[in-house]
């Protein structure tokens, strides 16, 4: 039960720094601190490498406590705190209620990052590159452009990039919070 209990600590950890790394990502975004995004994003995955090798010790763990208590190896946090004997099954509870409360934070923090829905500004930026794109070449060849398009056009476009890293860092994480976790918190 030990065990178990220090994979959910370190779980905890690891789910209380990834909402940390969101709430950053989330102010460089919405103050266009774009140079050091990618530096965010980059520690925002590393902790997401980590919480992947954290899960899987945790469903080990839960596996094998599972089997101590006469339960299948997919018992939910829930059904170990039902059966655990004293002080673990008041540990296990206290466990299961943080770590909900982590997902659901990390949840509304990735809803609330662009990209996270469909229709939202990454598409249409992108439909608004294409539309730059489209004028510019039909009013001048690539010669003729001026400084002041070149300037939006790769203001554009960055921000494009910007809006796919986020995108691609919100579809990241909602498959590892969604993966066993959830099952394991129901």
């Not at 010790?57 to 094998?64: L, N, P, Q, S």
Request: no cysteine.
């Amino acid at each position: 039960m030990r065990a178990l209990s220090d994979a959910l600590w370190h779980e905890r950890d690891l789910l209380g720094l990834l909402v940390h790394r969101l709430e950053v990502e989330r102010a460089l975004l919405e103050t266009g601190r774009a140079k050091r995004l990618a530096l965010a994003a980059r520690e925002t995955e590393s902790v997401l490498g980590d919480s992947r090798v954290a899960d899987l010790g945790r469903a080990a763990e839960a596996a094998g406590a599972a089997r101590v208590l006469g339960l299948p190896a997919d018992a939910s946090l829930a059904d170990l705190a039902r059966l655990a004997p004293a002080p673990w099954d008041e540990i296990f509870r206290e466990h299961r209620t943080e770590l909900r409360t982590l997902v659901a934070e990390i949840a509304a923090l990735t809803a609330s990052l662009p990209g996270s829905e469909a229709g939202e500004p990454s598409e249409r930026l992108l439909g608004s590159v294409r539309t730059t794109l489209d004028d510019l070449v039909e009013d001048a060849s690539a010669e003729e452009r001026s400084a002041e398009d070149d300037v939006e056009l790769t203001e554009a476009v960055i921000e494009l990039q910007l809006q796919e890293i986020s995108r691609r860092a919100v579809e990241a994480r909602e498959h590892i919070v969604q993966r066993g976790l959830e099952h394991f918190l129901r």
